[in-house]
């Protein structure tokens, strides 16, 4: 404990956020580039949806492994390990000639990603003790929630001025930025057990979380339905996975990832408040496009803007909500944030087609500190109650959960939105003008937010149970 007193934290934290940062950026950065890369490549739209759905599906599939990674490798090998996969896959990608080795860099971008984000809470968890983990855990919030907030805009500007390689190039200096930085300052913080590796839970693991991934993210897909065999297979067959993987973690003596973190009920707790939270997240962003371009006929580029003061706003924030968590607690922010997300999603429900970019901004904007409340003080508060050794597997369990609830939500809001939009379609006796269709995307946009507001009742409720949390002793 005392090595770990005599080591400079800063350094440390800095080195991996740069590296977090541009590998959580990537993940929304090349969204908004896909009509342009339709053009470019000479595919469909349906084939480039890999770019985003292969991604999703990799850093699914990695982040419960990372459970078992953390305790074969070093911080110090797992962070540039994860860093130069990344760059590598960057790199590719920026000079890729063609969709399929595109594809690779990102699946290659993806796996260093999957491997970043639990080494980043796991060193934190280590380094910080509770009394001072909420300002270290919001710097980490300041990178999840802001850098993909800020992706389709930045995107955005570097396509009015560059063709889309430069969306990966730009990101190549703070690639190797981070690769030194790292290389310079990052000490090892995390003991190297080697726990024995169980293979079939491995496997079971990947075709449960990759499944369950890959059928929810096609379910978001407009041309598939529920009953496409490319959405239901996957499901049943990461269901079935799921809860095989589950019984052998249960009955294993040394679990690649120990489900026994749901025997504290704080940690429960947030883990299920943080999945509502996620899931009103990840939908709202992608309906608030649909919504801006379907319906208000703004541009890419001026979606973007209209997104980027809530994104900005966001990653001030949450270092300052860590710092109230670390002075007042949990309640006193996860119970207003909750409030305040209540009342954000009722005025989504009430949005016309007359409403105002200004009022979409204020929304947005009140929507992200809503988030900055709940999130990060959440899931510090949860993790606070696990014993040490159950680190790895708490984060873990939490990145994959988010990662998953993050393709839930997305495709049943898109789900709902569809089907609202094709009810008031079918209610027309002519062929719809542009402003009915309009009106029709208002509508299946209007029906989402209402599952979104019954989502926002239950995180108020859950939240009045939450109570500070501390560490049991080893």
């Given at each position: ?9 800063l ?21 908004i ?65 063609g ?45 999840i ?47 190297v ?27 978001g ?25 589950v ?8 679990p ?23 899931m009103?997240?990840?939908s ?49 922010l ?26 979409l ?114």
């Amino acid at each position: 404990m005392n090595e770990l007193q005599q080591i400079k934290k800063l350094p440390i934290l800095i080195s991996l956020i740069i590296g977090a940062f541009f590998s959580i950026l990537n993940e929304t950065l090349l969204n908004i580039a896909l009509p342009q890369l339709e053009i470019s490549l000479d595919v469909s739209a349906s084939t480039l949806q890999w770019l985003a759905t292969g991604y999703m599906l990799v850093v699914g599939v990695l982040i419960p492994v990372s459970a078992l990674l953390v305790q074969w490798f070093t911080t110090r090998q797992m962070f540039l390990g994860a860093m130069i996969l990344f760059t590598v896959g960057t790199l590719i990608c920026g000079i890729a000639p063609g969709f399929e080795v595109l594809l690779i860099g990102r699946l290659l971008q993806a796996g260093g990603a999957g491997l970043m984000l639990p080494v980043l809470m796991n060193t934190i968890l280590v380094l910080y003790p509770p009394e001072k983990r909420g300002a270290a855990m919001g710097s980490i919030g300041l990178v999840i929630m802001f850098a993909p907030a800020i992706g389709p805009t930045l995107s955005g500007l570097i396509l009015q001025v560059a063709e889309w390689r430069w969306l990966f190039f730009l990101v190549l200096p703070f690639a190797f930025l981070s690769i030194i930085v790292s290389y310079i300052f990052l000490k090892n913080v995390t003991p190297v057990t080697k726990p024995k590796v169980d293979v079939l839970s491995i496997l079971l693991s990947t075709l449960g979380f990759g499944g369950i991934v890959f059928g929810f993210s096609n379910a978001g897909k407009s041309e598939l339905t529920w009953s496409s065999p490319q959405v239901y297979l996957p499901l049943i067959i990461g269901g079935i996975s799921l809860l095989l993987f589950v019984i052998r973690q249960i009955n294993s003596k040394e679990p690649m990832l120990d489900l026994r973190v749901f025997k504290f009920p704080m940690f429960t707790l947030t883990t299920v408040l943080l999945i509502i939270a996620m899931m009103t997240m990840f939908s709202t962003m992608l309906l608030l496009p649909f919504l801006m371009q379907g319906v208000f006929a703004m541009t890419t580029f001026a979606a973007g803007l209209v997104l980027l003061p809530g994104g900005l706003l966001n990653g001030f924030i949450s270092p300052i909500t860590g710092r109230l968590f670390d002075k007042f607690g949990p309640r006193a922010l996860v119970i207003p944030g909750t409030c305040l997300l209540l009342i954000i999603m009722w005025l989504f429900t009430r949005i016309s087609i007359d409403t105002t970019s200004t009022t979409l901004i204020v929304l947005h904007v009140l929507l992200m500190i809503a988030i900055a409340m709940i999130m990060m003080p959440a899931q510090t508060n949860g993790l606070n109650q696990l014993p040490r050794r159950m680190y790895p597997h708490g984060t873990a369990v939490l990145n994959t959960l988010q990662q998953i609830s993050g393709a839930i939500g997305v495709a049943l809001f898109i789900s709902i939105m569809a089907s609202g939009q094709q009810a008031f379609l079918g209610r027309l006796t002519a062929e719809p003008t542009p402003v009915q269709m309009a009106e029709s995307l208002l509508s299946g946009i209007h029906n989402s937010f209402v599952v979104g507001l019954g989502f926002a009742i239950l995180a108020l409720l859950l939240s009045l149970f939450i109570k500070k949390t501390s560490a049991p002793q080893d």
